[in-house]
């Protein structure tokens, strides 16, 4: 990692977590498209209530997965093997205790918080169904993740993307057999997710059993250090507020669908679900790309070979740009194709054309937030990262969403999300120069 060219290197640790992301959304559209056609369009809406409990889910997943990614590698470049173990042994404890948690508290509060989150006597039915396995599986989900960080971290990627593809495969089977063949509807699609991931826990697990790797399971150190846990915590608070600020946003963007959407409301929010799904496979490949970045801008930062981070953030942004660029034309093109591969319901089609032009419209431009945004995480600087999206969905899309909707219904909902990501990505572009010519100061010096 200190040596090879950054672009092919990029290339090396990213493409795994391009393809591992890819095939995760590949999935989700699958599972939605199964449940679209074999429950009908009022089970998306169902699904698409869900998001933010599972949004609350994966906060608390990548706290733990994520910032424990980040020590891994910026450890391994110091080459202290004995602290990155500790760091593995407390990921596992952290995934495992919140996981257990989120379990306990979602099977006993589950129809509140849906209803809290916009179900409605029409939709509750198909959220409580989906949600009441899912969460039974959120343990096993989590230790999944904080691996798969893991194996990313010490330079095994492959390994990783060969772990969730193979879950993805069995998800996409498991929902096919489950829902048209044993007629399970949304609660064979969450009973195949838990499979699925429990599947790639256990493909993971078996690698992190061979005591000669760099790191791997050690059950006579396996205890919790709060020093380590805080560190990790402070690293991976970014993400977990991303996720968390995201639940929040979909509470208020559900709520105000059902409100302007009148006796079309539930189907307003079916068609989000199905700009949520068309939306993650362009938002997971650019993730992914993020994920192969942060172990080489990670090992590079501990070994001071700071102008080989610099070269990172330019060609970080521009493929990534590419990527969403590319992505967007296809669905302004053909957004009617696309929101049919979900339903037949036509007027749950004609809710989705303006959902997929308008609120995707900036995404040429998007990517350059979300790579500052896994760039100041990889460099140890949590504030930053949690700044930029913190600003996006609290500062700027928030308001807008309060206040758009009553001027111009549904439409502004829609509207809402561009126009955040235009301040959101001025921000970034700011905070991103600063730190490239920060670093090419450092550089300079040595």
Same mark, same amino acid.
């Given at each position: 990692m200190a040596t090879q060219p950054i672009g092919k290197l990029l290339w090396q640790f990213a493409t795994p977590s391009i393809i591992a992301m890819s095939a995760t959304s590949i999935y989700n559209i699958c599972d939605s498209i199964f449940i679209g056609n074999g429950a009908g369009a009022l089970a998306i809406s169902g699904i698409s209530i869900t998001l933010p409990l599972m949004n609350i889910s994966a906060a608390f997943g990548t706290l733990a997965s994520m910032g424990g990614a980040t020590q891994t590698s910026v450890h391994m470049g110091m080459n202290l093997q004995r602290v990155t173990q500790q760091i593995f042994n407390n990921v596992l404890l952290l995934n495992f205790t919140i996981g257990l948690t989120l379990t306990l508290v979602g099977l006993f509060l589950l129809d509140p918080i849906l209803q809290l989150f916009g179900a409605s006597s029409a939709t509750l039915p198909f959220a409580h169904d989906y949600m009441q396995i899912y969460i039974i599986g959120i343990c096993i989900h989590h230790a999944f993740l904080g691996m798969s960080g893991q194996l990313r971290a010490i330079g095994h990627p492959n390994l990783a993307m060969k772990a969730q593809l193979g879950s993805v495969i069995l998800n996409i089977v498991l929902d096919a057999l489950f829902i048209f063949v044993f007629g399970m509807g949304v609660k064979g699609a969450a009973l195949a997710t838990v499979l699925a991931q429990t599947s790639g826990f256990c493909i993971t697990a078996c690698f992190f059993k061979n005591k000669h790797?760099?790191?791997?399971? @050690? $059950? %006579?150190?396996?205890?919790?250090?709060?020093?380590?846990?805080?560190?990790?915590?402070?690293i991976g608070f970014a993400p977990f507020s991303v996720n968390i600020c995201g639940c929040l946003i979909v509470v208020v963007l559900n709520r105000a669908l059902i409100d302007q959407g009148g006796e079309y409301g539930d189907l307003c929010v079916g068609a989000n679900g199905i700009t949520n799904r068309v939306t993650q496979?362009?938002?997971?490949?650019?993730?992914?790309?993020?994920?192969?970045?942060q172990p080489i801008v990670g090992?590079?930062?501990?070994?001071?070979?700071?102008?080989?981070v610099r070269e990172v953030i330019i060609k970080a942004v521009t493929i990534a740009s590419i990527i969403l660029t590319s992505g967007y034309i296809v669905i302004a093109l053909f957004p009617? @194709? $696309? %929101?049919?591969?979900?339903?037949?319901?036509q007027i749950l089609i004609d809710f989705c054309v303006p959902a997929l032009r308008i609120s995707l419209c900036t995404f040429p431009v998007v990517a350059t937030q979300m790579i500052a945004t896994a760039f100041f995480q990889s460099i140890r600087k949590p504030g930053l990262s949690m700044l930029i999206s913190l600003s996006r969905q609290i500062f700027?899309?928030?308001?807008?969403?309060?206040?758009l909707p009553k001027y111009m219904g549904v439409h502004g909902v829609w509207w809402s999300m561009p126009i955040a990501d235009?301040?959101?990505?001025?921000?970034?572009?700011?905070?991103?120069k600063r730190e490239y010519y920060r670093l090419k100061h450092i550089y300079i010096k040595q």
């Open positions: 790797r760099y790191v791997h399971f @050690e $059950l %006579a150190t396996m205890k919790f250090s709060k020093r380590i846990i805080r560190k990790i915590i402070t496979f362009l938002i997971l490949m650019v993730a992914g790309f993020s994920q192969g970045m090992f590079n930062l501990g070994a001071g070979l700071y102008h080989r009617s @194709e $696309l %929101a049919s591969l979900f339903t037949k319901d700027f899309l928030l308001p807008l969403l309060l206040i235009i301040f959101s990505i001025t921000l970034s572009i700011i905070l991103l």
